[in-house]
């Protein structure tokens, strides 16, 4: 698989890593058994990066990459994992604070068996937080006591991954990017470029949709975040379909589907795209499957997609999805 230094950690990372967020919870249930067929499947196919967070499962996503990573899982394979911190309380930006990112990065630390994290990402922090200095300087901290390697924030909006960018010490940024949110393209990866940070591709498949696997008669599982949060009624609304209505969604799909490359699934289709924007050091789509994860893996070795297949993926955006998530995020 192709390989890309991840901005300032200095990592070099397999181009589609695994989001292990299925693996703890809001996906439907998976089996201990499952997960780890899932986690066997992504690193046989070349994966070396995985993403999870604290709160995926209240720390079992964590716990389970721990316990595959002992049993030799990784063979030999260096494998960055990234987790990240700040979910798990109120998101009040007084609850950023040193002695908070220590009883958090400790207890990841002891989830993911490791003394030094490789990459901690703040999650979706309130937004005050990305302009304080002292935040940055606990981070730093952090950093110097090598509880972590690196830094980097996880933002639900632009304008918060322009910010975080212009900190010295951020080495990543995970943003949304996908077929149907192209905001980024226009500020955020430029600027990750000239500053050398990492730009981490997130929610590439839009919780699903860009697989072409739904239609209007699907059903999410009650406790399936597909389900439960399309209005935002437990977290940004953004997060769940990328913030598109179900159907207008289904539509720019459909659509989209027509221009994928011979042999290309639509899921492949959709992460190559991802892989051809400027900037992107990973995307990472996540999978219940060893047959997802293996398929979403060979989306890297798929050829450069043509400047008449973008322009159309920019004509969908445009008439379909540009009004009704552009401006938002």
Known sequence: MEQRILGRTGRSVGVVGLGAWQLGADWGEVTDEAAFEVLAAAVASGVTFIDTADVYGDGRSEKLIARFRSAGGFGSSAVTVATKMGRREALDPANFTLAKFREWTDRSRANLGVDTLDLVQLHCPPDPV???????????????????????????????ALRAIARPG?????????????????????????????????????????????????EFAENDHRNYNRHGEAFDVGETFSGVPYDTGLEAVRRLRSLAPDGATTAQFALRWILDQPGVSVVIPGARTPEQATGNAAAAALAPLDRSTVEAVARVYDELVRPRVHDRW
Do not use: C, W
């Open 130 to 160: 990305f302009d304080s200095d002292r935040v940055f300087d606990d981070l730093d901290t952090l950093v110097a006591e090598k509880a972590v390697a690196a830094y980097g924030v996880s933002v639900e909006t632009s304008d918060q």
């Open 170 to 218: 951020v080495a990543s940024v995970q943003i949304i990017l996908n077929m149907l949110r192209l905001k980024p393209l226009e500020r955020v990866l430029p600027a990750a470029v000239d500053a050398g940070v990492g730009i981490i591709a997130r929610v590439p498949l839009a919780s699903g949709l860009l697989s072409g696997r739904y239609d209007e008669h699907t």
